[in-house]
């Protein structure tokens, strides 16, 4: 019996495995959502490659260094991660890092991490410089302890800045002594009654980031508190940031004037009123994420709650998707495609990946890291810092306090 002959023109293809058709099944119904998340993550840039760089990193460009003073013994894991994450940061970063610490301890932690020679070659580059401290303010020391311990390792930082050897200092300490030490070594700006502590949060627009002050330093505020936060911030998201005209919310419970406790009602009508900045209404909680602003201003209280949850979101989020992945051979491949995407989006909204947050209204350039910070954190707080040093941003805080903060 002759074969059947096939249609010119037409080439007859094998079937693809049963396998094989549902994974393309599955992929095509959920590569919308792989090509969404996939947008989600743009994780700080990586430290070099024994501190996670990735093969695709670009170096960033060459410049004049600029002098950080480092506060190494401030921190949960100190002085070993932040002296890591100093040497990762003068590697891709124009900067010379001043590293305050207690000898023994730094010499310690060199030894046990293999950093001796690393060390080395940065002190040979001048792109390191190691001093000595003395005894450092624990995480649970009171804020008052600055005045003891006068030579602890934050309060020499804060010296180098005062005498203009440095530009900026950072500290992942006892954040209560750090603004202390700020205070009483650097001083206030002039019109400024307290200083705030600005955070940056992501927003679902990638390239965005919202900043939120105060989020821990002034837990009882006035209404002319506020009012001085938003011209600050509106300052550093035009320098730094790069917005043209930062939009400024109030944090409230509602967009209407109306709404809101005895702090907002009084706030609104100041921020209204302010000719200096573009005031964009009442900030519901809802909106903070939501990219409509780019400062978000709240008492200290506040601002800390929200900061300590967007913190645990992260985490949840991610153990949320895990729990929701199907199991058997399919929920591998679907964890397969998604598990460095979930990494970044961690990442995105880890608060500690972020690096630091600037202590605005102090009349020296300040960054505060969070307590568990470690290397990678380090790398993002002192990118902040090279950021905030290199727009001149404490010379336009002088000239809007020499204009006068309300």
């Known amino acids: 019996m002759a074969e059947p002959q096939s249609l010119p ?19 095509r119904r959920t590569g919308p959502v792989i090509r969404l998340v996939n947008t989600a993550g743009t994780a700080l840039t990586p430290l070099r490659s024994r501190l996670g760089r990735t093969p695709d990193h670009t170096p960033e460009p060459k410049g004049p260094r600029l002098c950080i003073a480092v506060d190494g013994m401030g921190g949960d894991h100190a002085p070993g991660p932040i002296l890591e994450g100093c040497l990762g940061a003068i590697e891709e970063l124009p900067l010379k890092v001043l590293f305050l610490a207690e000898e023994e301890p730094l010499q310690q932690a060199i030894n046990e991490l293999g950093l001796q020679e690393l060390v ?75 200083p705030a502590i600005g955070a940056l949060f992501p927003t679902k627009d990638v390239g965005r980031q919202v900043l939120v002050l105060d989020v821990g330093a002034n837990t009882d505020c006035k209404p002319n508190y506020l009012h001085q936060f938003a011209l600050l911030g509106n300052i550093y998201a035009r320098d730094v940031l790069g917005v043209h005209q930062p939009r400024v919310g109030l944090l409230n419970i509602g967009e209407e004037e109306c709404k809101g406790n005895d702090l907002a009602l009084r706030t609104h009508p100041l ?61 591998k491949v679907g964890s397969a495609f998604l598990r460095n995407n979930l990494r970044r989006i961690k990442k995105r909204l880890d608060h500690a990946e972020h690096g630091g947050a600037l202590l605005l209204g102090v009349d020296g350039l300040c960054v505060i890291g969070h307590g568990s910070s470690k290397a990678r954190s380090v790398m993002g707080a002192l990118r902040l810092a090279h950021a905030a040093a290199s727009h001149n941003t404490l010379d336009n805080l002088h000239r809007l306090s020499d204009e006068g903060m309300g």
């Open 9 to 27: 023109g037409r080439v007859r293809r094998p079937r693809p495995r049963r396998a094989v058709r549902r994974l393309v099944i599955w992929y």
């Open 120 to 194: 080395d070659q940065a002190v040979a580059s001048g792109q390191l410089e190691l001093i000595g401290s003395g005894p450092s303010i624990g995480m649970d020391d009171e804020a008052t302890s600055v005045r003891r311990k006068r030579q602890a390792s934050i309060n020499l930082a804060m010296d180098r800045v005062k005498s203009g050897e440095a530009l900026a200092v950072y500290s992942a300490g006892n954040s209560g002594a750090v603004m202390a030490s700020a205070i009483f070594r650097l001083g206030r700006l002039k019109g400024i009654e307290r």
């Open 271 to 331: 921020l209204q009123a302010e000719k200096r900045l573009h005031f964009a209404g009442n900030c519901e909680g809802r909106d903070v994420l939501s990219g409509a602003f780019d400062v978000v201003v709240c008492d200290g209280f506040t601002g800390n709650v929200l900061l300590k949850f967007l913190e645990s979101v992260g985490s949840v989020l991610l153990e949320v998707l895990k729990a929701e992945l199907p199991r058997g051979r399919r929920g």
